[in-house]
């Protein structure tokens, strides 16, 4: 069975590594509890990590807000013009593994249980400052939620599981996959058609809403952590583990092919419409890990490391959450809580956080 929670090119034991040169919070006894305490951000864009080493799992935007999920119940609300930062936790010691927010106030999280502890998805309807448990999953990782409104929505993990709901989390029903793959990723581009893919190359497809799945054929066996659709046609897949591997489809999945040449591993894949998009990838091995921006377009004709770009300095710590609002507009985030932010489409920055 595969033993992966979620990206396993990156995801090990963060305790080793931090952010060299960014800011490190000393924390007095009494502030053992920093991470409740909201702090405002110092920069535009999300924010940056408490300086802790954790996790950043999952990132998503609704309008002017922003919501960081991660490692044990971590939960960050932001403003995108970086004036209000909100530091919550869902009560449970459970990593986060993915958010998707259906509108600016009801949103979904999914989660990863420890020890003997299965998976749980959690809903909110104030935009994330209270949570309540709408389902206790029979598998130990849900590693990937989508919704297309408030009530209608899948998550994915563990097994070939896929469950959909078309109630807001009231019920759920088992989807059949005919896989037992560990499903890490979704895209619905629309209530009919849905795209989901895993460990072993998984690809997987439905045209009746989860009801029933097809397998497609990506040629790869490296595990793939990323699904993006900008229609029902349209789409990348990007995963692997021993090398980067990123395939595209322009005919609904009956044909994949390869993009990108000489690509680090990948975890994340997000586009802004059929041309422009990005993706992130991990260089070097645990510890060393050393984060990728890279920017695609001309619909994959083009591949741009961003990464020398990032101010202060490029990545030294592991990327694997991704949300592109626009081709101007992007966030990353991963290691040590670390989110990066662009707002030209061009340049990024570190988000940094004002000193409690």
Not at 33 to 41: E, H, I, K, N, T
Request: glycine residues 14%; hydrophobic residues 40%.
């Amino acid at each position: 069975m595969d033993t992966v929670i979620r990206h396993s090119h990156c995801r090990r034991n963060p305790g080793s590594r931090r952010l060299s040169g960014k800011l490190i919070l000393l924390l007095a006894a009494g502030l053992a509890f920093l991470m409740l305490c909201p702090a405002l951000a110092g920069a535009g864009g999300p924010p940056q990590h408490r300086g802790v080493d954790a996790w950043l799992n999952g990132v998503d935007v609704v309008g002017d807000w922003g919501w960081s999920v991660g490692s044990s119940g971590l939960i960050v609300h932001w403003s995108r013009d970086g004036g209000t930062r909100e530091v919550w936790s869902l009560g449970v010691s459970d990593d986060i593994q993915a958010i998707d927010m259906a509108t600016a106030k009801v949103g979904y999280v999914v989660t990863a249980g420890k020890g003997s502890s299965k998976a749980v998805v959690f809903k909110t309807t104030d935009g994330g400052r209270h949570w309540s448990r709408k389902l206790t999953a029979a598998v130990d990782v849900l590693a990937a939620v989508k919704f297309r409104t408030p009530s209608l929505g899948w998550v994915a993990g563990r097994g070939g599981t896929v469950l959909k709901t078309t109630n807001g989390g009231k019920t759920w029903a088992k989807q059949q996959t005919k896989t037992t793959e560990t499903l890490y990723s979704l895209s619905f581009p629309s209530a009919k058609v849905g795209y989901a893919v895993g460990s072993g190359g998984a690809i997987l497809k439905t045209v009746n809403a989860g009801k029933t799945w097809s397998k497609q054929a990506g040629g790869t066996t490296e595990a793939l952590y990323g699904v993006d659709f900008v229609g029902t046609t349209i789409g990348w897949a990007v995963g692997g583990d021993a090398v980067g591997v990123c395939l595209n489809t322009i005919d609904g999945g009956k044909t994949w092919n390869p993009q990108g040449s000489d690509l680090p591993p990948l975890a994340a894949v997000d586009f802004a419409d059929a041309t422009t998009g990005w993706v992130l990838g991990n260089e070097g091995a645990w510890p060393n890990v050393y984060g990728k921006v890279i920017k695609v377009t001309a619909g994959g004709g083009t591949w741009t490391d961003q990464s020398a770009t990032v101010d202060p300095s490029p990545p030294d710590y592991g990327l694997i959450a991704l949300k592109v609002v626009d081709p101007q507009h992007a966030y990353a985030e991963g290691e040590s809580e670390a989110s990066l932010y662009t707002d030209d489409g061009v340049l990024w920055h570190l988000a940094h956080t004002a000193t409690p």
